[in-house]
């Protein structure tokens, strides 16, 4: 395997510090640092070895094209979304998202949520003005508050992470062990916000027919007596970026390995962690560190991607080119899709791995609105994840998945969708302290036109359009 690999090759949780470092974060108090993270070293995993390797292993199938991922979550979670509500809204609308997916893509789904951890936030500046004056930039509830007189970095925030973190993942696995996501009981699936009646009509055709199919397995006893546990819960895991690397490297453990009974070096703080377009430099700090762990990893990767560079990177993290392993997570915008996927595809398919192709059609279509909070398009967005499709298809490749950034409050950040939410209505529940994500509307919107997409290419065996 790659970790023990990475043992031999002198690979520690923290050889990533002899690497060039890029969005690092200066504490004022290193004594106070080194105390919140000798703490961190000594609390319990929030995930197993098992899990992860599960999703691995699941991941493999998708990479594979036996299954298809989703994963969705916040741009930057606040510790204030670690309540009740919030939680089982985002839970709701993915699983709600997945089991349309399942039944449109007539697969099984992979469900990984952008939750539990998604803490942190990248960003192009480390300062910022506000109000005549320059302040730190709000890098996330991990390193300060939003509140400009809350900006300097403070170390107590990283045990605040594990904390909330620890607390979001209890709920959603009790949740789920509690029949949240039970199929016989389903939350209502409300589509009263679709304008267009033609539209509506769809979608409740294809809410009927789930619900009929789950009816006939009723009656003839093919789910009776728990014989279908897939029907009453699902698996689901939680991921986040890996970038304050002194907190990552706190949380990872030398455990045995479930299948190769080997010591094995996993990050146990989420099953899946990924790097972003501004810290995958192949000689850096980032890509060092992701390199030693056994759990899945992603990689950002857009127009500033050269295939030669993805191609290297995907050799130091993936040496021994295991299938799944890697996720690649392309976010081109919406008018570069053809221009930059289809190198992509050929460099990778000539190095030999075989990755998960994701689309994250949220990134690269970041416009200002009249006012000048930032905005999405939902136009842009079903236009990207359309010709990605259709990119890998007649590259003879195939998209295996897709990564938005979501939540299931009816929150109004994106323009349009079914419910037509106009610039003019952003204002209304405009809520991100980050970017903008579609809301519970606009999340069933989207998975409903993939559903269409896979009917369609079913019927017609071409080019579907989204």
């Given at each position: 395997?790659?970790?023990?690999?990475?043992?031999?090759?002198?690979?520690?949780?923290?050889?990533?510090?002899?690497?060039?470092?890029?969005?690092?974060?200066?504490?004022?108090?290193?004594?106070?640092?080194?105390?919140?993270?000798?703490?961190?070293n000594?609390?319990?995993?929030?995930?197993?070895?098992?899990?992860?390797?599960t999703?691995?292993?699941?991941?493999?199938?998708v990479?594979l094209?036996n299954?298809?991922?989703?994963?969705?979550?916040?741009?930057?979670?606040?510790?204030?979304?670690?309540?009740q509500?919030?939680?089982?809204?985002?839970?709701?609308?993915?699983?709600?998202?997945?089991?349309?997916?399942?039944?449109?893509?007539?697969t099984?789904?992979v469900?990984?949520?952008r939750?539990?951890?998604?803490?942190?936030?990248?960003?192009?500046?480390?300062?910022?003005?506000?109000?005549?004056?320059?302040?730190?930039?709000y890098?996330?509830?991990?390193?300060?508050g939003?509140?400009?007189?809350d900006?300097?970095?403070d170390?107590?925030?990283?045990?605040?992470?594990?904390?909330?973190?620890?607390?979001?993942?209890?709920?959603?696995?009790?949740?789920?062990?509690?029949?949240?996501?039970?199929l016989?009981?389903?939350?209502?699936?409300?589509?009263?916000?679709?304008r267009?009646?033609?539209?509506?009509?769809?979608y409740?055709?294809?809410?009927?027919?789930?619900?009929?199919?789950?009816?006939?397995?009723k009656?003839?006893?093919?789910?009776?007596?728990?014989?279908?546990?897939?029907?009453?819960?699902?698996?689901?895991?939680?991921?986040?970026?890996?970038?304050?690397?002194?907190?990552?490297?706190s949380?990872?453990?030398?455990?045995?390995?479930?299948?190769?009974?080997?010591?094995?070096?996993?990050?146990?703080?989420?099953?899946?962690l990924?790097?972003g377009?501004?810290?995958r430099?192949?000689?850096?700090?980032?890509?060092?560190?992701?390199?030693?762990?056994?759990?899945?990893?992603?990689?950002?990767?857009?127009?500033?991607?050269?295939?030669a560079?993805?191609?290297?990177?995907?050799n130091?993290?993936?040496?021994?080119?295991?299938?799944?392993?890697?996720?690649?997570?392309?976010?081109?915008?919406a008018?570069?899709?053809?221009?930059?996927?289809?190198?992509?595809?050929?460099?990778?398919?000539?190095?030999?791995?075989?990755?998960?192709?994701?689309?994250?059609?949220?990134?690269?279509?970041?416009?200002?609105?009249?006012?000048?909070?930032?905005?999405?398009?939902?136009?842009?967005?079903?236009?990207?994840?359309?010709?990605?499709f259709?990119?890998?298809?007649?590259?003879?490749?195939k998209l295996?998945?897709?990564?938005?950034?979501?939540?299931g409050d009816?929150?109004?950040?994106?323009?349009?969708?079914?419910?037509?939410?106009?610039?003019?209505g952003?204002?209304?529940?405009?809520?991100?302290?980050?970017?903008?994500?579609?809301?519970?509307?606009?999340?069933?919107?989207?998975?409903f036109?993939?559903?269409?997409?896979?009917?369609?290419?079913?019927?017609?065996?071409?080019?579907?359009?989204?």
């Amino acid at each position: 395997m790659a970790a023990t690999e990475d043992l031999s090759n002198n690979w520690t949780p923290t050889s990533w510090k002899s690497k060039p470092i890029v969005q690092d974060v200066n504490y004022e108090d290193q004594e106070h640092v080194d105390r919140v993270l000798n703490k961190l070293n000594r609390l319990p995993p929030m995930v197993s070895a098992q899990e992860i390797e599960t999703l691995r292993e699941q991941l493999k199938q998708v990479a594979l094209g036996n299954s298809f991922l989703l994963q969705g979550g916040d741009c930057a979670e606040l510790f204030d979304y670690c309540s009740q509500d919030p939680i089982e809204a985002k839970l709701k609308v993915l699983l709600q998202m997945s089991l349309v997916l399942t039944w449109g893509a007539r697969t099984s789904v992979v469900r990984i949520g952008r939750m539990a951890g998604q803490y942190g936030k990248p960003r192009s500046k480390p300062t910022e003005m506000h109000e005549g004056k320059e302040i730190l930039s709000y890098r996330g509830d991990n390193v300060n508050g939003f509140d400009p007189s809350d900006r300097r970095a403070d170390p107590e925030r990283l045990l605040g992470a594990y904390f909330h973190s620890a607390a979001t993942l209890n709920y959603v696995r009790t949740l789920l062990d509690s029949g949240f996501a039970d199929l016989h009981a389903p939350s209502k699936w409300n589509l009263s916000h679709v304008r267009s009646d033609a539209v509506r009509g769809e979608y409740q055709s294809i809410v009927t027919q789930l619900s009929d199919a789950l009816d006939f397995m009723k009656t003839v006893g093919a789910d009776s007596n728990g014989n279908n546990n897939a029907l009453r819960s699902v698996d689901f895991f939680v991921s986040h970026e890996s970038l304050l690397l002194d907190y990552e490297a706190s949380l990872t453990r030398l455990l045995t390995s479930p299948s190769t009974k080997t010591k094995k070096w996993y990050n146990t703080g989420a099953h899946f962690l990924w790097i972003g377009d501004r810290t995958r430099q192949p000689d850096g700090a980032h890509v060092e560190y992701i390199r030693g762990l056994e759990n899945p990893v992603g990689l950002k990767v857009g127009p500033t991607t050269e295939p030669a560079k993805l191609v290297e990177i995907l050799n130091r993290v993936n040496p021994n080119k295991e299938i799944g392993k890697v996720t690649l997570i392309t976010r081109f915008g919406a008018d570069n899709v053809e221009k930059f996927l289809p190198q992509h595809i050929e460099a990778v398919r000539e190095s030999g791995h075989i990755p998960v192709w994701v689309c994250d059609p949220m990134h690269g279509n970041t416009k200002n609105a009249t006012g000048g909070v930032k905005t999405r398009h939902f136009v842009d967005i079903i236009q990207e994840l359309s010709q990605t499709f259709r990119v890998h298809k007649s590259c003879g490749s195939k998209l295996n998945g897709v990564h938005f950034e979501l939540t299931g409050d009816s929150v109004t950040e994106c323009v349009g969708g079914s419910m037509d939410l106009t610039e003019e209505g952003l204002s209304t529940n405009y809520q991100t302290y980050c970017d903008p994500r579609l809301n519970y509307e606009q999340s069933l919107d989207v998975a409903f036109l993939i559903a269409k997409y896979y009917q369609n290419e079913r019927n017609n065996k071409d080019f579907p359009s989204l």
